[in-house]
């Protein structure tokens, strides 16, 4: 069983406030765990449930976290419960330690920014689009859900426990990227349609921007360039995880086509 200090931490791990005070977030269930122990990421404490700890697969899982130095508490799924984010929780819950790249050490290609993405099931599924399309970190600017909100731990499924991700506002990130001589290309309704096979910028960032008000004027007035996916019919606009797919596939999907060829 967790201490009850362990207990009040763990509670707390559900709010963006107590991640960023303890600098842990949470990570649930087996298939996480196995994508922790593939990371460099440092897990503190795993609660997990008899259940998962005599499968031969979850006992291995657990061995491994412990070899790295994780604190291990055998719970039974009512305690579990109140712990996990999810309705039914998978017998296994990490608290992992929060990475904090450090904005200077931003690298000058493939980059995607959010500004101010609000859904952490959207954050999530374009953290893993970006590491699928072989895009080398994601920016969250202020405004933006909680990286390691256990909704989008759970959408990203690994990616960003590999890709890096940095916070913060926008005009850190846009000088370092003027130092870098990087091109900054915004999503935006009105943009220029994106068809894909065409030629982009070896330094590249992409911008995608708010559910409701997409990218933010500031961010939009310091873009070189304002991108869209080109759209049929009565259909005006797409979901920001459904135009951000496409716009990183077609802008960035070459490249990882390529690198897979070539290896």
Do not use: C
């Amino acid at each position: 069983m967790p201490s009850r200090r362990e207990a009040k931490i763990l509670r707390s791990l559900s709010r963006r406030k107590g991640r960023e005070r303890h600098g842990l977030f949470l990570a649930e269930g087996p298939n996480l765990a196995r994508e922790l122990l593939e990371s460099e990421l440092e897990v503190e404490l795993v609660l997990h449930t008899d259940e998962v700890a005599a499968r031969d697969a979850g006992r291995r899982i657990l061995d491994r976290l412990q070899e790295r130095g994780a604190e291990l508490r055998s719970v039974d799924s009512g305690t579990l419960s109140e712990f996990a984010d999810t309705v039914t929780p998978q017998g296994l819950l990490a608290a992992v330690r929060t990475p904090r790249p450090d904005p200077r050490d931003l690298p000058a290609t493939g980059l995607l920014i959010f500004d101010a993405v609000q859904d952490p099931g959207n954050f999530g599924t374009l953290a893993r689009t970006a590491e699928a399309m072989g895009m080398s970190a994601v920016v969250a600017l202020a405004g933006t859900v909680d990286a390691w909100n256990p909704k989008a731990v759970r959408a990203a499924a690994g990616s960003t426990f590999r890709l890096p991700v940095f916070s913060a506002a926008w005009e850190e990130v846009r000088d370092r990227l003027r130092e870098m001589e990087v091109t900054v290309w915004a999503a935006d309704p009105l943009g220029e349609p994106v068809y894909g096979g065409g030629a982009a910028p070896e330094r590249l960032a992409l911008v995608l921007g708010n559910e409701g008000r997409g990218v933010s004027g500031e961010v939009l007035d310091d873009a070189h360039r304002r991108v869209r996916v080109p759209t049929t019919g009565s259909v005006e606009s797409l979901n920001v995880a459904v135009a951000g797919a496409l716009l990183v596939d077609r802008i960035f999907g070459l490249r990882a086509a390529e690198g897979s060829a070539g290896a």
